[in-house]
């Protein structure tokens, strides 16, 4: 999902009949809620308050005399899951997380002791790819150290802790120094869409008073608007709708735009055109042909990155999409890299799920002898739990992708909202693939900074 302030300014209490600089012979005390201003502070109030190390009167110690300490292990943790009904994957105390779940079917299975169940750190914790709310993965992994009671029946063992949508694959015992996140080279991600996406708008009269209680909700500014939802016989076209081979051709265009290096600030947040992270490599993006569930065709788009940002990929097929569908010129995606602010509409979150990351530098040097591995060592493979993984893949997650779109109808919701926007945000979206002024927006990371202006100004 960065900046410290240089310099701490101190308060001066102001009383009433007392100017602001004159001293008052009181000893002040601290302000306990004043906000952490440096990033260090903002660590240590995070730790202290926020995250699983913080001081809990309440809380039970954790240190259990006699207990038999077995040997520790780092592992690279295989793992897959539904992403619905859980607040994103990252641990977090004050949500119902992916890791959250893991973590204490772990300690349930003694794979982490009771001295460290109280603070996942402890056991140097760390993902290889983050995954927001109600986004899924078929595979992912986990890197930490665990004791392995039994090794025959570890893995059953946790998995019978476990929820169905959560299922841990296997392990593979890693270097000591081994860290996942910056050991992975890269991640695969696949987003589905139906084909019915692509069929052209329909005019949809937005009203200031709600008509029924689906209307969709519009704002611009302080104004609000209301837009009907698509009615039975609408959708029942829609699942009927088939794509043409030239609209599917240039959406494979517009997606292989995406490809190599560019600036992905606008499919983001929070990040502006000058911060470097914004450049991005996608190594390769491959849209398949149409497959048909329940009669309705659905598109899969692979995706092959070294790293994605906040809401990229839904940012991208959105605008890929929306290009698409739209007869815009396929320049306006060029034109997305570049300076200009615009808002992109973000694409359902119930279509992607993160495929599986890579680790071809971390198994090539292993399969070679090199960075101190021992006899002990394996690959981190996915291929290995294969039929397992598709298995679930199939049941949990492009079955309930299919029906919680059947039920829900999120790309309606998503295509309507757009469809019946008002304002100048989405204008970018015409037949000159001309982003006009009024279209761009501005934000703190828009504007110049500091430097920047001096140096204008020399």
């Known amino acids: 999902m960065e900046s410290s302030e240089s310099s701490e300014q101190k308060d001066v209490k102001v009383e009433a009949g007392v100017k602001r600089d004159q001293p008052t012979g009181k000893k002040k005390e601290p302000k306990e809620n004043k906000r952490a201003k440096s990033a260090k502070e903002r660590r240590e109030h995070q730790k202290k308050n926020q995250s699983w190390g913080a001081d809990d009167s309440d809380r039970v110690s954790t240190a259990v005399p006699g207990e038999a300490r077995l040997p520790k292990k780092k592992v690279a943790l295989l793992f897959g899951y539904n992403g619905a009904n859980y ?21 349930k299975a003694n794979a982490i002791p009771k001295m460290n169940a109280d603070d996942p750190q402890k056991v140097s914790w760390m993902r290889a790819a983050r995954t927001d709310k109600g986004v899924h993965a078929a595979g992912n992994i986990l890197s930490l150290k665990i004791n392995i009671p039994n090794e025959e029946t570890l893995i059953d063992d946790i998995n019978s802790i476990l929820p169905e949508q959560i299922r841990v694959w296997g392990y593979v015992v890693v270097q ?4 996942c996140r910056t050991a992975c080279d890269s991640r695969v991600y696949e987003y589905l869409l139906p ?7 329909t005019n949809k009269e937005a009203t200031k008073e709600a008509q029924n209680p689906t209307d969709v909700k519009l704002q611009c500014g302080d104004e609000i608007r209301y837009a009907p939802r698509s009615t039975d016989e609408e959708l029942k076209e829609k699942d009927n709708y088939r794509i043409d081979k030239d609209t599917l051709e240039k959406f494979r265009e517009a997606m292989g735009m995406y490809v190599g290096t560019h600036n992905f600030h606008n499919y983001t947040i929070g990040r502006g055109f ?18 048909y569930i329940g009669g309705t065709e659905w598109l899969s788009v692979k995706l092959h990155g070294q790293s994605f940002m906040l809401h990229q990929i839904r940012k991208m097929i959105s605008m890929a999409l929306l290009t698409t569908r739209l007869r815009c010129p396929l320049s306006l995606i060029e034109r997305s890299f570049e300076e200009k602010r615009i808002n992109i509409p973000k694409a359902p979150a119930v279509g992607l ?18 960075g101190g591995s021992g ?6 493979d996915f291929d290995k739990y294969k039929d397992t993984i598709e298995a679930f893949r199939e049941k949990w997650i492009y079955t309930k992708i299919f029906e919680s779109e059947k039920t829900e109808r999120w790309f309606d919701l998503f295509l309507t909202s757009v469809d019946a926007h008002f304002g100048p ?11 006009p002024d009024e279209a761009v927006i501005t934000t703190k990371h828009t504007q110049p900074s500091e430097e920047e202006k001096a140096a204008a100004e020399e």
Do not use: W
Not at 353 to 370: A, Q, T
Not at 425 to 435: C, L, M, P, R, S
């Open 353 to 370: 799920l993160l495929d599986h990351p890579v680790f071809g530098s971390y198994n090539k040097n292993i399969k070679s002898g090199k």
């Open 375 to 380: 006899p002990d060592r394996d690959p981190i």
């Open 176 to 179: 000591r120094s081994f860290n």
């Open 274 to 291: 000058r911060d470097k992270s914004c450049y991005r490599f996608l190594k390769s993006i491959k849209v398949e042909d149409p497959i």
């Open 87 to 107: 607040q994103g994957l990252q641990l977090n105390p004050a949500a119902e997380t992916i890791e959250k779940v893991v973590f204490e079917a772990l300690c």
């Open 425 to 435: 945000d989405f204008k970018y979206f015409n037949a000159e693939g001309v982003i």
């Open 195 to 201: 084909s019915a996406a692509f069929m052209p708008p």
